[in-house]
């Protein structure tokens, strides 16, 4: 069935090193969601890409949708404390209306 | 703007009973959907709503039930609850979805959490 791989479960990093997380679909998406949950919160909406290709910038975050329109990833620079949380994707398979959403990536500041 | 809010916050039940979950969308947003996110893990797609009906439903069985009333907002039953039922139950909503570009994003309550003795 369709689904959405998320890599790694988890990443450990010192405060200001980067981060990344990656997102691998089986067949071609025709959007993809990004979302941050913060330790005992809910999951919010940080942005979503549409364009093969697209990259887009928040701040130290970056946001990018492959060529093929299969794979994305968010990489955060210099991650700071505020980063802490799960990062998850949604992705919507091209013609359908439903959400697939990824694993999540755990991000950890070691101490 | 109000956001997404359910209740209630917590629910305690014993193996058997059932539960009822209630939520109630964003002004102006038609579509619900349920999720399951068991502690430390990720989300488990549940139930998705819209205008009224059911649109989708995740891989659970027919114990966990829902429904969408008139002014879209939506109510999760879980019956003979067993004891892996245990979990944060998040709804979200959005708006209707259009086309690609929409701004489906969809908008998070603060869960309730359900605690199964």
């Known amino acids: 069935g369709q689904q959405v791989m998320q890599i790694p479960q988890y990443q450990h990093v010192q405060e200001g090193e980067d981060f990344t997380t990656y997102c691998n679909s089986s067949t071609t998406l025709s959007n993809i969601q990004w979302y941050k949950q913060r330790p005992g919160g809910h999951p919010v909406f940080l942005i979503q890409?549409?364009?093969s290709g697209e990259v887009k910038k928040q701040k130290r975050l970056t946001f990018q949708f492959g060529e093929a329109k299969k794979n994305s990833s968010l990489h955060i620079t210099a991650t700071q404390t505020t980063d802490v949380g799960t990062y998850f994707c949604a992705g919507r398979k091209a013609g359908n209306y439903q959400l697939i959403w990824g694993a999540g990536t755990k991000l950890i500041i070691k101490p | 703007e109000a956001g997404v809010t359910q209740s209630p916050t917590h629910l305690i039940k014993t193996r058997g009973q059932q539960a009822t979950l209630r939520c109630s969308p964003i002004?102006?947003?038609?579509?619900v959907y349920w999720y399951q996110q068991a502690l430390g893990l990720g989300l488990q797609f549940l139930l998705w709503?819209?205008?009224?009906?059911?649109?989708n439903r995740g891989n659970f069985p027919p114990r966990f039930s829902g429904r969408q009333f008139p002014n879209y907002s939506s109510e999760l039953n879980v019956n003979a609850l067993e004891l892996e039922d245990s979990a944060l139950y998040l709804c979200a909503s959005s708006l209707p979805f259009l086309d690609i570009t929409s701004p489906d994003t969809q908008y998070f309550g603060p869960g309730t959490r359900l605690t199964v003795l």
């Open positions: 890409l549409v364009k």
């Open positions: 002004s102006g947003h038609t579509s």
């Open positions: 709503y819209d205008e009224g009906e059911e649109r």
